[in-house]
């Protein structure tokens, strides 16, 4: 017979990863002093290479990282009193209270069923069989005139949010920062990959941009951030990233630091109080010039720009070539898609500069410039 952990057990073993899994000493050191897109791969570098559990494995780590004071299943989709180790893991899913199953907080589909996304915990939660099937693999957003609604108030319906209108599934206000964090944690966990999975699912496409930053489309990601904001980390989330951590042994950035998704994104900062600036900036003057442009479209989109500046001509510009990086320098400046502004700086007074914009696919010597055509130009005066 299939022994199942206690009450006592689990109350013991939340105890004990209380106190054993709490943030390992120096853990986000290699991501101090930066922000954008730089933080956020200093922290895929911390967090990436987790340990992966197999998906039957979930079951037993749902028993610590998603149980109630009363050693009950702590499911955000409905008010259902739920018993690990029973035969409420199973059922027909056709009622709410039937069972529960493993909910892919991230639709599976959006990843096409790849690991190890597929039993990466940070995302991965126990739910009601019924509603789970019911969001099937709709995004989340706000739901004003909903077509269903859970017996605790999750929502199905046309999208509310400014920005889009199809289906999404909204959550109860409770567990909205939860899973905001956990999709900013999905996006750093797999910046590497997750520039194709846009594609993989029409949903999926609706939040997502072809590329590892910023991810996600601008009305989501300010819903995230909105989310984030209203609903702070909560002692649940922070005992699962233990949970999570003493068996995946990594961890969620944004539950230990909140303040990075602000440092990230720039949204979600919320009325949070933040340190204050170490420093003053330097070379304050009016000696420079802002660009500022709408990204291209198309069935090829860019994953950057670089843009040239000559102070002579426009015909002094140079074509790039491809297969070749232009680092950043006083005339070339390497902007990521999705920014759509470049900054050139400590420009001389009363000085007329003059400006192009390419668009790049691919990196490194698989770089792919885009030449033909009217290539955008412009030409800029700083004042005296």
Same mark, same amino acid.
């Given at each position: 017979?299939?022994?199942?952990?206690?009450?006592?057990?689990?109350?013991?073993?939340?105890?004990?990863?209380?106190?054993?899994?709490?943030?390992?000493?120096?853990?986000?050191?290699?991501?101090?002093?930066?922000?954008?897109?730089?933080?956020?791969?200093?922290?895929?570098?911390?967090?990436?290479?987790?340990?992966?559990?197999?998906?039957?494995?979930?079951?037993?780590?749902?028993?610590?990282?998603?149980?109630?004071?009363?050693?009950?299943?702590?499911?955000?989709?409905?008010?259902?009193?739920?018993?690990?180790?029973?035969?409420?893991?199973?059922?027909?899913?056709?009622?709410?209270?039937?069972?529960?199953?493993?909910?892919?907080?991230?639709?599976?589909?959006?990843?096409?069923?790849?690991?190890?996304?597929?039993?990466?915990?940070?995302?991965?939660?126990?739910?009601?069989?019924?509603?789970?099937?019911?969001?099937?693999?709709?995004?989340?957003?706000?739901?004003?005139?909903?077509?269903?609604?859970? $017996?605790?108030?999750?929502?199905?319906?046309?999208?509310?949010?400014?920005?889009?209108?199809?289906?999404?599934?909204?959550?109860?206000?409770?567990?909205?920062?939860?899973?905001?964090?956990?999709?900013?944690?999905?996006?750093?966990?797999?910046?590497?990959?997750?520039?194709?999975?846009?594609?993989?699912?029409?949903?999926?496409?609706?939040?997502?941009?072809?590329?590892?930053?910023?991810?996600?489309?601008?009305?989501?990601?300010?819903?995230?951030?909105?989310?984030?904001?209203?609903?702070?980390?909560?002692?649940?989330?922070?005992?699962?990233?233990?949970?999570?951590?003493?068996?995946?042994?990594?961890?969620?950035?944004?539950?230990?630091?909140?303040?990075?998704?602000?440092?990230?994104?720039?949204?979600?900062?919320?009325?949070?109080?933040?340190?204050?600036?170490?420093?003053?900036?330097?070379?304050?003057?009016?000696?420079?010039?802002?660009?500022?442009?709408?990204?291209?479209?198309?069935?090829?989109?860019?994953?950057?720009?670089?843009?040239?500046?000559?102070?002579?001509?426009?015909?002094?510009?140079?074509?790039?070539?491809?297969?070749?990086?232009?680092?950043?320098?006083?005339?070339?400046?390497?902007?990521?898609? $999705?920014?759509?502004?470049?900054?050139?700086?400590?420009?001389?007074?009363?000085?007329?500069?003059?400006?192009?914009?390419?668009?790049?696919?691919?990196?490194?010597?698989?770089?792919?410039?885009?030449?033909?055509?009217?290539?955008?130009?412009?030409?800029?005066?700083?004042?005296?």
């Amino acid at each position: 017979m299939q022994r199942h952990p206690s009450l006592f057990t689990i109350l013991f073993l939340l105890v004990f990863l209380r106190v054993s899994a709490q943030i390992p000493a120096g853990y986000y050191d290699p991501a101090s002093g930066q922000s954008g897109a730089p933080l956020k791969t200093a922290l895929y570098n911390i967090i990436n290479n987790h340990t992966s559990v197999s998906y039957d494995y979930l079951w037993t780590a749902f028993e610590t990282t998603d149980v109630k004071p009363d050693g009950k299943v702590w499911d955000m989709y409905s008010n259902c009193i739920f018993t690990y180790g029973t035969s409420d893991q199973c059922g027909n899913y056709s009622v709410e209270c039937d069972c529960f199953n493993r909910e892919h907080s991230w639709p599976k589909s959006w990843f096409a069923d790849a690991t190890p996304m597929y039993t990466d915990l940070f995302h991965l939660v126990p739910t009601d069989g019924k509603v789970n099937g019911m969001r099937s693999n709709y995004p989340f957003g706000t739901v004003s005139s909903p077509t269903y609604t859970s $017996g605790n108030g999750c929502k199905l319906g046309a999208c509310s949010y400014p920005g889009y209108t199809g289906v999404v599934f909204e959550p109860l206000d409770e567990y909205k920062g939860d899973f905001a964090r956990n999709y900013f944690y999905m996006a750093t966990r797999y910046e590497n990959i997750i520039s194709s999975w846009h594609g993989n699912d029409a949903n999926a496409e609706a939040i997502l941009l072809p590329n590892s930053f910023p991810v996600f489309e601008s009305w989501f990601l300010a819903m995230l951030g909105e989310w984030h904001t209203a609903d702070p980390v909560s002692q649940k989330e922070t005992d699962r990233n233990n949970a999570v951590y003493a068996i995946q042994h990594n961890r969620n950035p944004y539950i230990d630091h909140p303040e990075y998704v602000y440092s990230v994104w720039g949204v979600g900062g919320g009325s949070a109080v933040l340190p204050e600036p170490t420093s003053y900036p330097t070379n304050f003057s009016a000696h420079n010039i802002h660009l500022q442009w709408t990204d291209a479209t198309g069935a090829t989109i860019p994953e950057g720009y670089l843009v040239r500046m000559s102070a002579t001509g426009f015909a002094d510009i140079a074509v790039p070539a491809d297969h070749t990086v232009y680092p950043d320098n006083s005339t070339d400046h390497n902007v990521a898609y $999705g920014v759509q502004s470049a900054w050139f700086t400590n420009l001389n007074p009363g000085t007329t500069y003059y400006f192009k914009l390419f668009g790049f696919t691919g990196s490194g010597t698989g770089i792919d410039y885009k030449t033909d055509g009217s290539v955008p130009q412009l030409q800029q005066t700083t004042s005296d």
